[in-house]
């Protein structure tokens, strides 16, 4: 069983910068090397479905979608088992609450929710 917490969520302005952490619990360090286990971030706006952000594996491959690029980085750090999402030039359509996920996948699925069975409880990230 895996556990996952979110922090660094918040509000910010246009153009700013946030760094969101995910801190893994529970979790049996054998499995941090597995080639298949990813990790990632997804938001979900009110009234919207969740939709992916960026993903990672354990070899420190990423994937992001097409309007994060350039803007977000998704990063590891295996010894802390804590993933992170550097967010920088905000926009106001990046308001939602995200969460962190895990699961066994290959990195053409880190990006969807559906292949993600572990999931942290969101951090609420604002943009005005």
């Known amino acids: 069983h895996v556990q996952l917490v979110e922090s660094g969520g918040g509000s910010v302005q246009a153009g700013g910068s946030l760094r969101l952490s995910c801190a893994a619990g529970m979790i049996d360090s054998s499995v941090l090397t597995d080639k298949t286990f990813c990790m990632g971030w997804f938001g979900q706006a009110p009234g919207k479905e969740r939709e992916g952000v960026a993903g990672?594996?354990?070899?420190?491959?990423?994937s992001y979608e097409d309007f994060v690029k350039g803007r977000f980085t998704i990063s590891q750090d295996n010894a802390k088992n804590t993933l992170y999402l550097q967010m920088n030039s905000l926009k106001p359509e990046d308001t939602a609450m995200y969460y962190c996920?895990?699961?066994?996948?290959?990195?053409?699925?880190?990006?969807?929710?559906?292949?993600?069975?572990?999931w942290g409880q969101g951090t609420q990230v604002t943009v005005s």
């Open positions: 996920a895990a699961g066994i996948m290959t990195m053409d699925q880190v990006l969807r929710p559906s292949n993600h069975y572990y």
């Open positions: 990672i594996d354990s070899d420190g491959s990423t």
